[in-house]
Every structure is written in C-alpha cells, then in structure tokens.
Nanobody
Framework: QVQLVESGGGLVQAGGSLRLSCAAS????????MGWFRQAPGKGREFVAA????????HYTDSVKGRFTVTRDNPKNTLYLQMNSLKPEDTAVYYC????????????????WGKGTLVTVSS
C-alpha cells in the first residue's frame, strides 16, 4: 500500500521558517516527480514545488521562488520543503504528491496524494 505522510506543519509568524517532510512508502518512486501542492481556505489546490526522485530537476511556482526549497533524501524515502520568509498568504494545507511529469508549470499525472499538513502564518 502506497503511503505519503506529511509532517511539520504548524503556526509561525510572518518572516519565520518551517520545514515540511513527506515520508513515502509502499513502492519505488525512481521514475516520479515528488512534489508539494497547497490549498488555502476557499481556494483551489495549487502547485508549489517538485523534484525528480532520480535526477537533478526541480520546479517551483513563481510565488515561492527564492523562499522555498524542495529536496529529497533517497535512502530515507523522504521529501522535504524548506519554507523561509513565510507570508500570511502562504497559509494553506500542504499536500505531498507523486506524479509523472511537469507541464505548464505544474506537476501532472499525479497518482498518489498525502492527506496534508496545515501551515498557518500569522501577520
């Protein structure tokens, strides 16, 4: 059974930092992009960042470039999202995802989702 389990969310003040983790299990992801999406209250789910599990390829949405960094630890089967200089508009539930390709600036062919972790940034 494939599982993506997020952790690391919480409440932080604007300008602060958080690191999200996503523990992946149940299959090998060597041919997948592993990524993060977020959904703010009353809004749709949006792509945040992704990294290929096997090659050096990272992608970010414009609003987080220079502030967020996506990394992976292959031996630990864990994906990370380091979030710095957080803003109130970053408040959302953050979801881990495993997908097949990047197109039009987002992760496509998502086959697996985590259940999400809440990040709240206070002003």
């Amino acid at each position: 059974q494939v599982q993506l389990v997020e952790s690391g969310g919480g409440l932080v003040q604007a300008g602060g930092s958080l690191r999200l983790s996503c523990a992946a299990s149940g299959r090998t992801f060597s041919n997948y992009f592993m990524g993060w999406f977020r959904q703010a209250p009353g809004k749709g789910r949006e792509f945040v960042a992704a990294i290929h599990w096997s090659i050096d390829s990272t992608h970010y949405t414009d609003s987080v470039k220079g502030r967020f960094t996506v990394t992976r630890d292959n031996p630990k089967n864990t994906l990370y999202l380091q979030m710095n200089s957080l803003k109130p508009e970053d408040t959302a539930v953050y979801y881990c995802a495993a997908g097949r390709w990047i197109a039009a600036g987002t992760l496509r062919g998502v086959e697996y989702w985590g259940k999400g972790t809440l990040v709240t940034v206070s002003s």
